[in-house]
């Protein structure tokens, strides 16, 4: 799985939208961009998923490069239940062998929402 | 509700007791995975499994044992815990098939082990 490079920490304002960035320079063709968040060790959360295309649903968007090497989750009204370590992951869906289904999660972008 | 569970969500043992962390899921996926998350570290997964009798080590599987008799469950199992398996555990599922979005998992809410 392609490595995914984000910054460790990000703060936002109640009510404004969290941009958070991810690169994925190394990307490959059939690599899908996911996104997960964990809210104080609770089990992480999907978010949403894309693979060239942006992609919205009804908790965040997602905007990928053209190019794929890199991708923006936009939280587009944050609230102080958004605060949650966020993880972009990169993975070849149902890959063979011992990459099946694992996600490798990284460290991650802790997000603080401020009221 | 769609949901994966876990049991206990505390527990504290000692060295060498036996124990099992049982996980269920009622989304009759076929996919199930074990981690275990550590400060600095990150998740980090044990094992999973692709369906029923069908296990498999992910990248820290030493001191962990798994079965899946039947598909909603897929305990973990402690045979000899030892003080550096004191650690959150998170069990996950994944649905299969073709046309269904992959890779995305559901969590359940996790286990929190010390092992003395």
């Known amino acids: 799985d392609a490595k995914t490079t984000q910054p460790p920490s990000m703060d936002c304002a109640e009510g404004r939208a969290a941009n958070l960035p991810c690169n994925h320079s190394?990307?490959?063709?059939?690599?899908?961009v996911y996104w997960y968040r964990q809210i104080h060790s609770q089990g992480p959360q999907y978010i949403i998923h894309g693979l060239k295309n942006n992609e919205t649903n009804e908790m965040a968007s997602l905007i990928i490069t053209e190019d794929r090497k890199s991708s923006t989750l936009i939280l587009p009204h944050a609230t102080l239940r958004d605060t949650a370590v966020y993880y972009c992951?990169?993975?070849?869906?149902?890959?063979?062998?011992?990459?099946?289904?694992?996600?490798?999660f990284g460290q991650g972008t802790i997000l603080t929402v401020h009221p | 509700e769609a949901q994966v569970t876990q049991n206990p969500r505390y527990l504290i043992t000692v060295t060498g007791k036996k124990l099992t962390v049982t996980c269920s899921q009622n989304m009759n996926h076929e996919y199930m995975s074990w981690y275990r998350q550590d400060p600095g570290l990150g998740l980090r997964q044990i094992y999973y499994?692709?369906?029923?009798?069908?296990?498999d080590k992910g990248d820290v599987p030493e001191g962990y044992k798994v079965s899946r008799k039947e598909k909603r469950n897929f305990p973990l199992i402690l045979e000899s815990p030892s003080p550096n398996q004191t650690s959150l555990y998170f069990c996950a599922s994944q649905r299969e098939g073709a046309g269904v979005a992959k890779n995305i998992q559901y969590f359940g809410a996790g286990t929190r082990l010390s092992v003395l």
């Open positions: 190394t990307i490959s063709g059939n690599e899908y």
């Open positions: 499994s692709m369906n029923v009798e069908v296990t």
């Open positions: 992951i990169v993975s070849v869906p149902n890959a063979g062998g011992t990459s099946y289904g694992k996600l490798t």
